[in-house]
């Protein structure tokens, strides 16, 4: 039986739902070394489409963002470092079975049972996690993959715009059991902007206005690590900055000041792929990853690229793809979202489904 392309990658975003599942299992890569590997395989995924389906010869523009990034990291050379290698990597396994423009359902009943049976799965193979559960759990969750709960905040948008609302509140339930504030609060706020059309229409038909907010986030983030705002939060909350940001501003502060960002013109061309990793090696017990994209872009490809990113991000789409859009333009905000490789495949076919 020959597949179509809906069928193959309904077959692809199955595996990679029961991927992320399982690679989240303790100790997997003990009991099966190369399972970490799996997360590739969007590269032979891609030679069999090329094979048996043929490309259309159409652009994806929903890529461009993500190649201008790359093609910044490829073009400097004098720059480009173990970690640029892998990065580059894990940015072309999320947008390599995208590159061409093709229209997509996304299988979205099939995607929730099958995510509801791996959560399920998952559970019972961690009976560590709600050994000692309680009402902390949410407010200072145990440290779950990100992933887990990306998959339902994906679901819960599919099922709000469409409507679906028995589906949507199943999903948010199943986020918040694995929670991951960024996906809360983004799923939260995607919620607001959808309940109220006429603001949501006014808010999302303006790209300019939508970059804005990259560009504004970025200042905000940059005053933040500063300690700009360290009086007033203290002095409202009795409590430090870093406890709402889970001690990233002490990331944030330290990549911007080591960097030397705002010297010599380094915040124009940036300093180049993978070196926000460089620097936070060794430094922080473990944690090398920046945990804000948005920053991370600023420091690694400067301002130009960060302004074409954004500006190519929001270029195209209905209203429906561009709450898809901005959705995930959220999650960059305090997350390692782009090397998600898995992100990508979730993030594309929601916004192929919603072509008009």
């Not at 200042?219 to 933040?224: N, P, R, V």
């Not at 502060?253 to 620097?279: A, K, P």
């Amino acid at each position: 039986m020959r597949l179509n392309k809906q069928q193959f990658y309904n077959f692809i975003l199955y595996f990679y739902i029961v991927y992320v599942f399982v690679s989240n299992i303790q100790n997997i890569d003990l009991i099966f070394p190369y399972f970490k590997y799996f997360k590739y395989f969007s590269f032979l995924f891609f030679l069999f489409y090329v094979i048996n389906f043929k490309l259309t010869g159409k652009l994806n523009l929903y890529v461009v963002p993500f190649i201008i990034i790359i093609f910044s990291s490829l073009l400097r050379f004098n720059q480009f470092s173990t970690q640029a290698f892998f990065n580059v990597i894990f940015y072309l396994t999320g947008i390599v079975l995208f590159l061409d423009k093709k229209r997509l359902q996304f299988p979205k009943y099939s995607a929730f049972y099958l995510s509801i049976v791996m959560s399920l799965f998952f559970l019972i193979s961690s009976p560590d996690l709600f050994r000692e559960f309680s009402f902390r759990y949410f407010i200072d969750p145990p440290d779950i993959p990100a992933s887990l709960s990306y998959i339902f905040g994906f679901l819960s948008l599919i099922f709000l715009i469409e409507k679906k609302f028995k589906y949507y509140f199943v999903s948010i339930f199943f986020m918040i059991l694995f929670p991951k504030r960024l996906i809360i609060y983004s799923t939260f706020i995607i919620s607001l902007i959808y309940v109220f059309p006429s603001v949501s229409r006014t808010f999302l038909s303006s790209k300019y206005f939508l970059i804005l907010v990259n560009l504004l986030y970025l200042g905000f983030t940059i005053f933040l690590s500063d300690g700009f705002f360290n009086e007033y939060i203290i002095q409202n909350t009795g409590l430090q900055p870093g406890h709402f940001t889970s001690g990233r501003t002490t990331l944030y502060n330290f990549t911007i000041i080591n960097s030397q960002i705002f010297e010599n013109f380094n915040w124009i061309w940036g300093l180049g792929e993978g070196s926000t990793v460089n620097l936070l090696k060794g430094n922080f017990e473990g944690i090398y990853l920046l945990h804000n994209d948005i920053l991370k872009i600023l420091i690694e490809h400067g301002i130009i690229v960060l302004i074409l990113f954004s500006f190519f991000l929001y270029r195209e789409g209905s209203i429906n793809q561009r709450i898809v859009i901005l959705y995930f333009n959220l999650l960059l905000f305090a997350d390692n979202t782009l090397i998600y490789s898995f992100s990508y495949i979730f993030y594309f076919i929601v916004l192929s489904h919603f072509d008009e």
